[in-house]
Nanobody
Framework: QVQLVEFGGGSVQAGGSLRLSCEASGRDFSIYARAWFRRAPGKEREFVARIRWSDGFTTYADSVKGRFTLSRDNAKKTISLQMNSLKPEDTAVYYC??????????????????WGQGTQVTVSS
């Protein structure tokens, strides 16, 4: 079974930047989309951004639009999330996920069937 692994988490001051990456441990076929979610302490898992594999079309949560950029390396089947102008409210564990089926409800974590273990992002004020 293909496993997703996230890299790049860490601690940064408000206004700083971090770059997260997500790699699959093996060959991952039939990817419809990959996405990032996050979970802050005491909160529900929240959609952050998603990239559709066929054409690279990206969608962002309103809370990160204009600050975060999601990109992919199609050959390596990896995705990266460039996070700029970070805010303390961005503090969370960030998870990479894959949707192999294709769904219109892409903001729901239930639409994704493969998940990484997560990487911590901490933004201090």
């Amino acid at each position: 079974q293909v496993q997703l692994v996230e890299f790049g988490g860490g601690s940064v001051q408000a206004g700083g930047s971090l770059r997260l990456s997500c790699e699959a441990s093996g060959r991952d076929f039939s990817i419809y989309a990959r996405a990032w979610f996050r979970r802050a302490p005491g909160k529900e898992r929240e959609f952050v951004a998603r990239i559709r594999w066929s054409d690279g079309f990206t969608t962002y949560a309103d809370s990160v639009k204009g600050r975060f950029t999601l990109s992919r390396d199609n050959a390596k089947k990896t995705i990266s999330l460039q996070m700029n102008s970070l805010k303390p409210e961005d503090t969370a564990v960030y998870y990479c996920a894959t949707d192999h089926s294709g769904t219109n409800t892409y903001t729901s974590f239930q639409s994704y069937d493969s998940w990484g273990q997560g990487t911590q992002v901490t933004v201090s004020s």
